[in-house]
């Protein structure tokens, strides 16, 4: 599978632990987007990437989360201190300029985060 | 500020009926539209593009500047139809609504 890939798929976490996901995007996509879904929700945006630069940030975004892409290829979501508010499916998403599909962004299957 | 406004959250029609998922959008500029469906157990995947104006497994969608919206139509729903919709609109990232499940009946 060439799609976009995020590990883990699942994670448990006692509140006040800090996580993070991986996200591996389609090679050579230049952009990287992260999401943030709960029930009942569609996907919301947190932050995205052109190649290593953090163009966007979304105020959901808190100063507990910190995302970074240091050579342009994967990335990775950090979660600080987690909360129970912060359980919810963490979706990376890819896309380029340079295909036929412009701006379509392609997702990965997510990952999900419970916070006991 | 964009907005994507899905107002339907479940969508339940039978087989070989017509469907409307309904999308309205807020957005100051030229927006850039697109339908996402999400199957059971399977990750969001592009539907179509409005300025592609295709047809994807029988669905169009044709966007109304006027009424800003984007509805999502198929003349004759199948089962294999039943999943969450999400319209989006794309400025420099996608912002989507909140979703519409459908469910075909049979």
């Known amino acids: 599978d060439t799609g976009v890939s995020q590990n883990p798929r699942h994670k448990i976490t006692k509140r006040g632990q800090n996580v993070t996901f991986r996200c591996d995007p389609i090679?050579?996509?230049?952009?990287l987007y992260w999401y943030r879904q709960t029930l009942g929700q569609g996907p919301e945006f947190l932050t995205y990437?052109?190649?290593?630069?953090?163009?966007?940030k979304s105020r959901l975004l808190s100063d507990r989360f910190s995302a970074e892409r240091p050579k342009g290829s994967f990335s990775t979501l950090e979660i600080q201190r987690t909360e129970q508010g912060d359980s919810a499916m963490y979706l990376c998403?890819?896309?380029?300029?340079?295909?036929?599909?412009?701006?379509?962004?392609?997702f990965g299957e997510g990952s999900w985060l419970t916070v006991v | 500020a964009q907005r994507v406004t899905q107002p339907e959250k479940l969508l339940s029609v039978f087989k070989g009926a017509p469907v409307e998922l309904k999308c309205n959008y807020s957005?100051?500029?030229?927006?850039?539209l697109f339908w996402y469906v999400q199957y059971s157990r399977q990750r969001l995947q592009l539907l179509l593009r409005?300025?592609s104006r295709e047809s994807i497994k029988g669905f169009t969608a044709d966007l109304n500047k006027g009424e800003t919206s984007f509805h999502l139509k198929k003349p004759f729903a199948q089962e294999e139809d039943s999943a969450m919709y999400y319209c989006?609109?794309?400025?420099?990232?996608?912002?989507f609504g909140a979703g519409t499940r459908l469910t075909v009946k049979p």
């Open positions: 957005y100051s500029g030229s927006p850039e």
């Open positions: 090679s050579e996509h230049n952009r």
């Open positions: 989006a609109l794309r400025n420099n990232d996608m912002r």
């Open positions: 998403a890819s896309s380029t300029i340079r295909d036929r599909n412009r701006n379509t962004i392609y």
């Open positions: 990437f052109q190649n290593e630069a953090q163009l966007e």
């Open positions: 409005h300025i």
